[in-house]
């Protein structure tokens, strides 16, 4: 894959969006929850916990398997935009405006769709809600809009 302002195949636009702002949220995900003195093994877990529960967090092995489902998020995350830019000139055409409005529309679907469904029960917290809000809109929307413009 060449890293130049050409015309890229959907699969490789998907992979550098996805593999980029996955690394991004999830950084930023490990430093807004060590804020809280929450250490990174812990996050991954909390990932798994939402496919396999509480157990999650008794056992390292879950970590491993957060890691994939964070990145499996990020792509599908990242190959809706990328589908939807085909469709919608908006996307490529205001990339900003349209990554952190995506951003924002992904907080809103793992936080109100996606976790009410999974075995992860947590309470609601403004304060979790507003943090990953903010991550959402820059480290995931943002950087997948600006990824696909520049490569598109």
């Known amino acids: 894959m060449s890293l130049t302002a ?3 195949s959907l699969s490789e636009l ?16 490990l430093t807004f929850a060590a804020t809280r003195g929450t250490p990174p093994k812990r996050v991954l877990q909390a990932i798994s916990s939402a496919m396999i529960g509480p157990d999650a967090f008794s056992r390292s092995s ?5 890691l994939g489902l ?12 990328v589908v939807a830019s085909r469709y919608i000139a908006m996307l490529t055409e ?5 990554g952190i409005l995506f951003g924002v529309a992904v907080h809103l679907v793992m936080t109100f769709v996606v976790l009410p469904l999974s075995a992860l029960k947590r309470p609601f917290s403004m304060t979790f809600f507003l943090g990953q809000l903010m991550i959402h809109m820059f480290c995931v929307g943002l950087p997948t809009a600006l990824v696909v413009k520049h490569f598109s």
């Open 6 to 8: 050409a015309s890229h």
């Open 14 to 29: 998907i992979l550098l969006a996805g593999a980029i702002s996955g690394s991004i949220d999830l950084f930023a995900a």
């Open 62 to 66: 879950t970590v491993p398997l957060g």
């Open 70 to 81: 964070h990145y499996l998020i990020a792509f599908t995350v990242a190959s809706t935009y």
């Open 94 to 98: 205001h990339p900003v405006l349209s």
